[in-house]
């Protein structure tokens, strides 16, 4: 009854978390689109009101005129009723957050621990991943406060940050575990970028207005620069939250590099859309995603073990009997599990031939067994894809 009640929790955690994501990243990426694609007023009565920039749009059946202003209109009080976009962020964190304490924090030794890495305790575990998303915070604040808007530089120094915690995390935690935490850190520093620094600085300007100030320019700057770079950060946050189910890309001997690199695709695409919002198309950061993620797929491309003589049905059967059934079967015996992972039963040939393609996937990758906990050899590994692929030719029993 517990593991039943941690699966629903896991579910609705989920499914909020996902929710507060697409309302978070939503607005996000419409304000990027709003404040690149701002064309100069052309009235001069609405440049002497103080408006910064305009753009004029059309969507739901009606056109809409946005503007921006620097420090407030001029021509009247700022009104009291604004808008905020901050509980997005913070529900997306929150929920975020409880996701990982509940699956990998109160199940450190399931999902997280990798004894053939290291012997860790739970409690050291769940440590370690603790230290992971603070640390990231701070290094990152860290060194947005010493290089300033010097972004030439900082980003390439965040970029390479990014591909050695990837590293790291992989030789820290098991690889499911390493791209959870990967997407945690960065999307930790973008609650935090929204919490620590953007909506404080829109506090004080806004008390500055209204108490008839100019208010301090460099409220604006960071909270755009920590804005920027939350929008870089989206697209390999989703890929993490989606990256579960792909084991391909993080479970082998490189999964940190290619884990990093198909993310920094996914900041070449994202840099192509920024720039297309103030009417610059280049083509060539489109076109380098598409040679690095071509690039992975011929990369990762899985090679069959050679086995010489066909594995028989009764050896499968006991392999997947003593390595696998514990956890895919209707009522699994592996602690914290309610049901099979993914729905998929072994425990009998039948069964296995039908999900052949799927397993040989996940079993050749070494993801599974999960964290090998029950000791699957090499050998057993080995024969059990070649049986699989015997089923995959024969086109399954």
Known sequence: MEAYLFDWAELLLRWLHLIAGVAWIGASFHFVMLDCSLQPPQREEDRNRGVFGELWAVHGGGIYHSEKYLAGPRDRPLPERLHWSMWEAYTTGL??????????????????IDPSLNDWTAPQAVAASALVLAGGWLVYDLLCRWLGER??????????LTGAVSWGLFQAFQPRAAALHLGAMLGTIMVWNVFFHIIPGQRRMLAEIRAGMTPNPRY?????QRSVHNTYFTLPVLLVMISNHYPLLWSH??????????????VLIRQFFVLRHSG???WRLPLLALVVIG?????LRPEAPAVAEPVPDAEALRILDARCVACHAARPTQPGFSQPPKGIRLETLDQAGMQAARIV?????GYMPLGNLTGMTED?????????????????P
């Open 220 to 224: 604006g700057r960071i909270g755009k």
């Open 295 to 299: 690039g992975l797929i011929a990369w």
């Open 151 to 160: 972004e030439g530089v900082l980003a390439p120094v965040l970029l390479l």
């Open 95 to 112: 929920s975020g957050f409880s996701l990982l304490v509940l699956i990998y924090w109160m199940g450190a030794e399931t999902w997280l």
């Open 280 to 282: 610059r198309r280049l």
């Open 253 to 266: 001997d490189q999964g940190w590099l290619s884990l990093f690199l198909l993310a920094f695709a996914g």
């Open 361 to 365: 996937q996940t079993v050749s990758s």
């Open 380 to 396: 057993e590994r080995a024969r059990l894809l070649a049986w699989l692929r015997q089923q995959e030719e024969n086109g399954s």
